[in-house]
C-alpha cells in the first residue's frame, strides 16, 4: 500500500521558513513523480496547486517558477523522503501542504495543475504564516 506521510508543518512568521518531509513508502518503482501541492484556505484540495515536485527515475526537480527564489525540493534516498524548505514565507503562503504520488512515465507535477486523476495523497500538514 502506498503512504505518504508529511511533517513539519507549523506557525511561523512573516519572513521565516519551514521545511516539509514527506516519507513515501508501499513501492519499489522509479517511474513516479512525487510533489507538493498546497490547498490554500477556503479551496478545494482539487483546487490546490503544486509546487514543487521530482520525478524520482530522473531525478528531475521542479519548483512553481514564482517559487523558485523561495522553495527547495530535495529528496533523501536513505529515508525515501522529499524536503520542501521554504523560506521568506509570506501570509499567502499558509495553506495545507499535500505530498502526493504520480506513477507515470514522465512526470505531470510539472506544472500548477493538478491531475484530475492523482490517486496518492498524504493526509498533510498545515503552514500558518503571520504577518
Known amino acids: 500500500v502506498v503512504q505518504l506521510v508529511e511533517s513539519g508543518g507549523g506557525s511561523v512568521q512573516a519572513g521565516g521558513s519551514v521545511q516539509l518531509t514527506c516519507v513515501a513508502s508501499?513501492?519499489?518503482?522509479?517511474?513516479?513523480?512525487v510533489g507538493w501541492i498546497r490547498q490554500a484556505p477556503g479551496k478545494e484540495r482539487e483546487e490546490g496547486e503544486v509546487?514543487?515536485?521530482?520525478?524520482?527515475?530522473?531525478?528531475?526537480?521542479w519548483v512553481k517558477d514564482s517559487e523558485q527564489d523561495r522553495f527547495t525540493i530535495s529528496r533523501d534516498n536513505a529515508k525515501n523522503s522529499l524536503d520542501l524548505q521554504m523560506n521568506s514565507l509570506k501570509p499567502e503562503d499558509t495553506a495545507m501542504y499535500y505530498c502526493?504520488?504520480?506513477?507515470?512515465?514522465?512526470?505531470?507535477?510539472?506544472?500548477?495543475?493538478?491531475?484530475?486523476?492523482?490517486?496518492?495523497w498524504g493526509q498533510g500538514t498545515q503552514v500558518t504564516v503571520s504577518s
Open positions: 502526493a504520488a504520480d506513477f507515470t512515465f514522465v512526470s505531470r507535477l510539472r506544472c500548477r495543475y493538478i491531475p484530475l486523476d492523482l490517486g496518492y
Open positions: 508501499g513501492y519499489t518503482t522509479d517511474s513516479v513523480a
Open positions: 509546487v514543487a515536485s521530482i520525478f524520482i527515475g530522473h531525478d528531475s526537480r
